[in-house]
């Protein structure tokens, strides 16, 4: 049985023991596409708060997570200046959650375990629909401009020059949730000229820093991957930029998304939210690890993450725990 096999059968189970909560809410007339123990009443595609207040939760102590990175001790480091601003913003101790992958976030935040996350780009619509996440927030810049673009890249010397050249190469893809990764490239590519496990062999690499990493070395002839990565990875010196090149770029999408558990007080959300907007990124190291970052953003999921939608639709994905884990 694989990892993510493994988070797939937990995250089943976590849905089994919130069985008496999804009876309470079987009179609710409004859900649209979020599992069975939430609500949404005001149509805004995410879960709605206990209307009952002995559901609500105020815990002393707040469970932060960042997205699954390769080495999560380095960015514990670098989320340590803002999970001091949140600390000093909403009175409560906070804790730093690392998290080995997707499923296990959503797991974590579905069964009371985490209070605030960010999740990527992916698999946001998954914590939302399955852990009942409240998206309200994204990295972006002083005039609120935000987003990534999907990048395809090949060797600097690769005979790679168009993407209908990808036809009969070995691309790495990064897992199946992931948006630029995996479910952007199989809903534009088609249109560019290549049909992915058609015309090339998709290779899952597990990361957008495995699938560069995989590439620079001569393991995949080209990758999908996410700018935002890339552009940090280069910075880091962990690949020369003048071994590849990009073949073909996509207009931008939003990054991961900062949200949290739906059932908190109304008034602990608020602190958070005030922590989120009013954290300066200037001279710290989260500011220093994302470029082009000043502050963080409001965001609504209804909107930012139409496209995403969009694009997982036109995949068939379903927001189920099988849909999240299979990789």
């Not at 003048?242 to 739906?262: L, Q």
């Not at 109304?266 to 990124?281: G, M, Q, R």
């Not at 609504?300 to 299979?326: F, M």
Request: charge should be negative.
């Amino acid at each position: 049985m694989n990892k993510d096999t493994i988070f797939a059968t937990g995250l089943l189970a976590a849905i089994a023991l919130t069985g008496s909560a999804a009876i309470a809410q079987e009179d609710c007339a409004e859900r649209g596409a979020l599992d069975v123990m939430f609500c949404d009443a005001n149509g805004d595609l995410v879960a709605d708060a206990p209307t009952d207040a002995s559901k609500l939760q105020d815990p002393s102590t707040l469970v932060f997570a960042y997205t699954p990175v390769e080495d999560p001790a380095i960015y514990e480091d670098i989320w340590t200046p803002f999970i001091d601003h949140l600390e000093n913003v909403t009175g409560k101790d906070v804790q730093f959650f690392a998290v080995q992958s997707n499923s296990a976030e959503v797991e974590a935040m579905r069964s009371g375990r985490l209070h605030i996350a960010g999740f990527s780009t992916g698999p946001t619509p998954f914590a939302v629909n399955l852990a009942g996440v409240e998206p309200f927030a994204i990295m972006g810049a002083d005039d609120g401009q935000f987003g990534y673009k999907l990048q395809v890249y090949t060797q600097a010397d690769s005979d790679i020059k168009e993407m209908a050249d990808l036809k009969g190469k070995r691309v790495a893809h990064t897992s199946p949730t992931s948006n630029s990764g995996n479910q952007a490239p199989r809903a534009l590519f088609p249109d560019l000229g290549v049909v992915p496990d058609q015309d090339y062999e998709v290779t899952y690499s597990g990361s957008h820093d495995q699938s560069m990493l995989g590439v620079v070395a001569g393991d995949y002839d080209a990758a999908p991957v996410a700018s935002e990565v890339v552009d940090r990875m280069a910075e880091r010196g962990l690949y020369e930029p003048a071994d590849v090149r990009i073949v073909w770029e996509s207009d931008p999408f939003p990054t991961t998304s900062y949200g949290v558990a739906h059932d908190l007080t109304p008034e602990l959300k608020d602190k958070i939210k005030e922590a989120f907007f009013s954290f300066d990124f200037e001279g710290t190291a989260l500011g220093d690890e994302f470029a082009g970052v000043s502050k963080f953003v409001p965001i609504t999921y209804k909107d930012q993450w139409a496209v995403i939608r969009q694009i997982q639709s036109a995949n068939g994905v379903e927001y189920t725990p099988q849909g999240l884990a299979a990789e």
